[in-house]
């Protein structure tokens, strides 16, 4: 068995081969990122789109977690461009009343998460986002396969 | 709907051996601490008979979320430090764990996640109350949200069952889960856990959060503040992927509830934001 590193909430975690990065995602938006030549690789699992003066936490938010996970992956060896993105989660509570902007924060989650992966010239490979699933996630470091398990049922995607 | 499942289950709840039990302390004290005839003397009384429940309930006083700095070493200087309410809480947490730190199959959730979104869903219950200044309410929806989706625990069986059931029926006809859990099997996990907070003779107020906190517009007038308050924070921890399991997020947030507790926009986002210190502050209670 490969070591299992759990990625919490508001978190980056990164590691390399054969290691294996899991989270558990609702509206919240995991990144996956992966060097397939060094077999390194790294998540953040980010809960709101653009961080605030006022909490500084920077794994919190899509505009600041995604640029350091790349640098800490950067850190531990990773090339720029062998790096690539598979991103999942995003889901929104099944109904929300009119006045409830917070119902679609996944879906900012995921423009967020798109904005800052592109300014960073890193290539998005798989979208497995949105709907209203829990998703439990599981990236697999020594070929950089993502499996995503929701309602009971599981996808594996190897593209990298 | 599924016959077989609807007569297994109406065959639980008319059972009441059936029904989880709760070791007996945990309701006499949430009573007792309603009643002012009870002198705290009796409270503590009442907790110290149970020996091996005292010890894990004098650890929990001295953690970092219930201290408040003095070390704890008897019941008495608990309730003295404390409170009796806080007390109470920390009676209810320790009686009310072993049932649900349990895997619970049917709805996908491991061990111990169902307890971790309950004391989360607790914990945000409270500070909401508190914020809003309805401090009265603070051990009463923190009571709530531990154990506002106890009855899952019972249901979790048939959900397994009639999974696909359940969730085609919330696709074709656009309704949440726990109203495709009633289409499907006669039954959804609010009315059972109402059945089992009847049996452990819980004060109304909990019984309303447990039967209404999916449709808190349904709530007694009386209970309706509380119910909605619940209502918010477990649908908050659920986005925030706590418990989430296969049910997903096929919930509602309700325009009433906002309205009832009166958050802004701003303090939703806030509460939501807050999900990873939440889960910081319950980890040495879990």
């Known amino acids: ?160 | 709907m599924d016959q077989n499942i609807k007569k297994q289950i109406d065959a639980i709840i008319t059972n009441i051996d059936r029904l989880p039990p709760l070791p007996e302390v945990a309701g006499k004290v949430i009573n007792m601490v309603n009643d002012p005839d009870v002198s705290f003397k009796q409270v503590a009384q009442e907790i110290s008979k149970n020996q091996a429940m005292t010890a894990n309930i004098l650890k929990l006083c001295n953690s970092a979320f219930f201290s408040k700095g003095k070390e704890i070493t008897s019941i008495d200087r608990a309730i003295v430090t404390l409170g009796l309410k806080e007390v109470k809480d920390i009676v209810f947490l320790v009686a009310a764990k072993p049932l649900m730190v349990k895997p619970v199959i049917g709805y996908d959730l491991a061990q111990g996640d169902l307890w971790t979104q309950g004391l989360a869903v607790a914990t945000m219950s409270r500070d909401i109350a508190i914020s809003k200044k309805k401090k009265e309410l603070a051990d009463v929806v923190f009571t709530g949200g531990i154990i506002h989706n106890v009855g899952k625990v019972v249901i979790a069986l048939f959900v397994q069952q009639a999974f696909r059931d359940i969730l085609a029926l919330v696709q074709a006809q656009n309704i949440a889960f726990h109203q495709a859990e009633k289409e499907i099997m006669g039954y959804n996990h609010q009315e059972i856990g109402e059945k089992i907070l009847e049996k452990w003779n819980f004060p109304q107020v909990l019984r309303s959060i447990v039967r209404y906190y999916q449709e808190p517009g349904n709530a007694p007038a009386e209970h309706s503040l509380a119910v909605s308050i619940v209502h918010i924070a477990n649908a908050i921890c659920l986005m925030g992927g706590i418990g989430i399991g296969s049910d997903g997020l096929f919930h509602e947030i309700r325009d009433e509830a906002i309205k009832k507790v009166a958050l802004s926009q701003q303090e939703l986002e806030g509460l939501f934001s807050r999900v990873p210190e939440i889960l910081k502050q319950i980890r040495d209670i879990q």
């Open chain 1, 1 to 160: 068995m490969s070591e299992i590193i759990t990625v919490g909430v508001a978190q980056i975690r990164c590691s390399t081969s054969p290691a294996v990065l899991r989270t558990i995602l609702g509206s919240c938006v995991g990144i996956c990122i992966y060097d397939r030549v060094k077999k390194i690789g790294g998540m953040a699992h980010v809960l709101l789109p653009t961080s605030q003066k006022t909490n500084p936490n920077p794994e919190k938010y899509a505009d600041t977690a995604i640029p350091l996970l790349v640098k800490e992956l950067l850190r531990q060896g990773a090339k720029k461009e062998n790096l690539s993105a598979k991103i999942t989660g995003g889901a929104s509570m099944f109904k929300f009343g009119a006045n409830v902007l917070l119902g679609q924060i996944g879906d900012r989650n995921i423009e967020q998460t798109r904005t800052e992966l592109e300014k960073l010239g890193i290539a998005i490979l798989v979208e497995e986002v949105g709907g209203n699933m829990g998703r439990v996630i599981d990236f697999y470091l020594e070929d950089g396969r993502m499996k995503v398990k929701a309602g009971g049922q599981e996808k594996i995607y190897y593209k990298v």
